[in-house]
């Protein structure tokens, strides 16, 4: 799941960027905006999956990511073939691909594990989101062979299909509760309570801890975004296209190392600690980009943000998990994705328009890295709340 939902949902934002660019003649600015309808879509599906991971579990929301991630790729190809031609067209498909993100990414990845592991959360995430950092690694270079030897159409119809028949058997043989009532109660009695109940919308609003964790999470996360999804148009003057796509996989494999860590340490050091880190990490790699020159120099910085990747993915669920409880989980982090969703949006989107304005990434750099310093103050201040409760 965390393989194609990163990996076509996720990183392919910049190949999509270049490709319907060079197809259509549409501006950057007019890709970014269909960019940022995805995360903004993100947002409704973040809300409305939420609840219907507390009410029936996590397997419709797969299902339908599945389902609606195929038809957005099927989209995609359309335009190759001429099927699909304006504007408001892309709009839609990216906007259809918004909504299958969460049913398959961080949200139903995170509500599958943690009825299995009361211990030791953190590290079953690491493990659980390394598809991820496969997924960035492989299918930028993997879609721009096969557009090049194929054609986008056929490309992108291909990876539609390999989708459905690899993650289908997932929602039938694999995602599943606990078996016994004994299990259930021994995880927080996630399965047994949250179909019974309504979630504490109220509580969570007047709840300080939990805007915290949304509005940290939200700017560290539309940082990385915007970073993202523009990697691959910042990259290609100095790297060409195909060195851009292998930029995006160093920062994919980097993720995997960094993700595996965060999971060892969870346990160790404070998550807000890790969180804090995290963040410096990141900005401390688009510093790095804004003074590199040489290719090497650009693929060491790539290597830098990409350390922090799956960090940042993982740590809004421990977060929620840690101040707010299990109970309600997938309203918490449903409305907690809605946030950081609507800023990856916003971000993608400026990012986009300060390049056509300037025609340089440079202060879409800086306005990530002020995110970034933002979210850190944030964090601290959640660290001071979270201390004070327990």
């Not at 058997?169 to 309570?193: C, D, L, W, Y």
């Not at 963040?279 to 922090?308: D, K, M």
């Not at 989980?329 to 950081?340: K, L």
């Amino acid at each position: 799941m965390a393989f194609f939902a990163w990996g076509i949902g996720f990183y392919g934002h910049g190949f999509y960027i270049v490709s319907l660019s060079r197809m259509t003649g549409w501006p950057t600015a007019t890709l970014s905006a269909g960019v940022a309808i995805f995360w903004l879509a993100n947002v409704v599906a973040s809300l409305l999956l939420g609840g219907v991971v507390d009410r029936c579990g996590a397997r419709l929301a797969i299902l339908y990511g599945i389902v609606a991630m195929a038809c957005g790729c099927f989209g995609l190809a359309a335009f190759d073939s001429g099927f699909l031609v304006a504007r408001w067209q892309l709009f839609g498909v990216f906007a259809l691909m918004g909504t299958a993100y969460p049913g398959l990414a961080a949200l139903a990845i995170s509500a599958s594990l943690i009825p299995w592991f009361k211990q030791r959360l953190g590290l079953a995430l690491g493990v659980g989101l390394s598809g991820a950092s496969a997924g960035g690694a492989v299918m930028p270079p993997l879609m721009t062979y096969l557009m090049v030897e194929y054609g986008f159409g056929l490309a992108m119809a291909g990876i539609g299909v390999v989708l459905v028949l690899a993650t289908l058997p997932i929602v039938a043989f694999v995602i599943r509760p606990p078996k016994s009532m004994e299990a259930a109660q021994e995880h927080g009695n996630v399965v047994a309570t949250v179909r019974r109940q309504k979630p504490p919308i109220n509580l969570l609003f007047t709840d300080t801890r939990f805007w915290l964790i949304a509005l940290s999470s939200s700017l560290s996360l539309g940082a990385q975004v915007g970073f993202l999804m523009h990697q691959i148009p910042l990259l290609q003057e100095s790297l060409g296209l195909s060195g851009a796509a292998y930029a995006v996989s160093v920062a994919a494999l980097s993720a995997a190392v960094g993700r595996f860590v965060l999971g060892a340490l969870c346990g160790r050091i404070p998550l807000t600690w890790l969180a804090l880190g995290c963040y410096l990490i990141q900005a401390s790699g688009l510093v790095f980009f804004l003074i590199s020159e040489t290719p090497l120099l650009l693929y060491v910085a790539s290597a830098i943000v990409g350390l922090v990747i799956g960090c940042i993915v993982m740590l809004p669920p421990l977060l929620v998990v840690e101040g707010l409880g299990v109970e309600f989980y997938g309203s918490a982090y449903g409305i907690t994705g809605a946030a950081m969703f609507g800023m990856g949006s916003v971000t993608t989107a400026v990012s986009g328009w300060l390049y056509d304005l300037i025609g340089a990434y440079n202060w879409s750099l800086l306005l990530m890295l002020a995110l970034h310093l933002a979210a850190s103050l944030l964090i601290l201040c959640y660290d001071r709340r979270y201390r004070a409760s327990v």
